[in-house]
């Protein structure tokens, strides 16, 4: 699986945008760019997933560069409730394992 | 419906015990995963299982014994736990091979070994 980094933490205003991003500069072309959310105490929560195109749910927009090698998951308007630890991870999904990195601490703040 | 759900979620044992914790998924999901998450927050891969079958063992002692019971089941026994076994582990099950890849996690079990 490609290697994916990500910004050990980030701050966000309740209410606002909230854009984290994820480098995946190694990520193949058969690989999806998943993003999961770790609520504290809670098992991790998948939030959206993408191959090339932009995605959206009601939870979250996935923004995937051209080249693939980045992408930025959208919070648009982040609550309280929207803090926990976010995981980008690049998986073509026959590895049979999900590999974790650190992930990106959210903090929103009121 | 709890899509994945273990037990118990909460267990404080003895070192030397052995115990088990037990997982189903309701999802028709062909393979099931045990991740630890210790007190450092990483969360680590322990097992997979396809189709009952194990398909992944990432180094764990062998104090560990998965079994899958059939496709719904992982249950994670424990022989002679260790102080170090404390953590939190979580199942987990996804259907391989079918896109999205999606996994969905239980609630997780914290495991408290004195």
């Known amino acids: 699986d490609a290697k994916t980094t990500q910004p050990p933490s980030m701050d966000c205003a309740e209410g606002r945008a909230a854009n984290l991003p994820c480098n995946h500069s190694t990520i193949s072309g058969n690989e999806y760019v998943y993003w999961y959310r770790q609520i504290h105490s809670q098992g991790p929560q998948y939030i959206i997933h993408g191959l090339k195109n932009n995605e959206t749910n009601e939870m979250a927009s996935l923004i995937i560069t051209e080249d693939r090698k980045s992408s930025t998951l959208i919070l648009p308007h982040a609550t309280l409730r929207d803090t926990a630890v976010y995981y980008c991870?690049?998986?073509?999904?026959?590895?049979?394992?999900?590999?974790f990195g650190k992930g990106t601490l959210l903090t929103v703040n009121p | 419906d709890t899509a994945v759900s273990q037990t118990p979620k909460y267990l404080v044992t003895q070192m030397g015990n052995d115990k088990s914790i037990k997982c189903e998924q309701n999802?028709?999901?062909?393979?099931m995963y045990w991740y630890k998450q210790d007190s450092k927050k990483f969360l680590k891969i322990m097992f997979s299982?396809?189709?009952?079958?194990?398909?992944i063992n990432e180094t764990v002692p062998n104090r560990f014994s998965p079994k899958s019971p059939d496709k719904a089941h992982l249950n994670l026994h424990i022989n002679s736990l260790e102080l170090g076994d404390s953590a939190v582990y979580f199942c987990a099950s996804s259907q391989v091979w079918q896109p999205p890849y999606g996994y969905t996690f239980g609630s997780g079990t914290r495991l408290t070994v004195v």
């Open positions: 999802l028709g999901h062909d393979t």
């Open positions: 299982y396809n189709n009952k079958e194990l398909i």
């Open positions: 991870i690049a998986d073509g999904g026959s590895n049979y394992k999900l590999t």
